[in-house]
Nanobody, 120 residues
Framework: QVQLVESGGGLVQPGGSLRLSCAAS????????MGWYRQAPGEQHEVVAG???????NYADSVKGRFTISRDDFKNTVYLQMNSLKPEDTAVYYC??????????????WGQGTQVTVSL
């Protein structure tokens, strides 16, 4: 059974940083586009970032220049470095996996989510 397990969420002050990690039990991790989406209470989910098997990245306009997605195919892990955090970044962040190199379309797998709260 495939599992995506997120970690690294928490409470941080505005302007602070957090690093999210997602460990995936995918046998061919290096053939999946990995990503993160977030969902705040009462709002639609927002795709935050994605990284293809070749390492190409894509970001939502709301996080460009502040968030960086990366992957370690030896550890089957994807990361989201979040800097200059704002209160509007508060949400549950979910790790996603999609087979192939497409940023769009339905996810094949997703995790249980980790809460990120940006507040004084």
């Amino acid at each position: 059974q495939v599992q995506l397990v997120e970690s690294g969420g928490g409470l941080v002050q505005p302007g602070g940083s957090l690093r999210l990690s997602c460990a995936a039990s995918l046998s061919i991790f290096n053939r999946y586009t990995m990503g993160w989406y977030r969902q705040a209470p009462g709002e639609q989910h927002e795709v935050v970032a994605g990284i293809t098997p070749a390492g190409s990245t894509n970001y939502a306009d709301s996080v460009k220049g502040r968030f960086t997605i990366s992957r370690d195919d030896f550890k089957n892990t994807v990361y989201l470095q979040m800097n200059s955090l704002k209160p509007e970044d508060t949400a549950v962040y979910y790790c996603t996996a999609r087979f192939g190199s497409n940023y769009n379309g339905p996810f094949d797998y997703w995790g249980q989510g980790t809460q990120v709260t940006v507040s004084l």
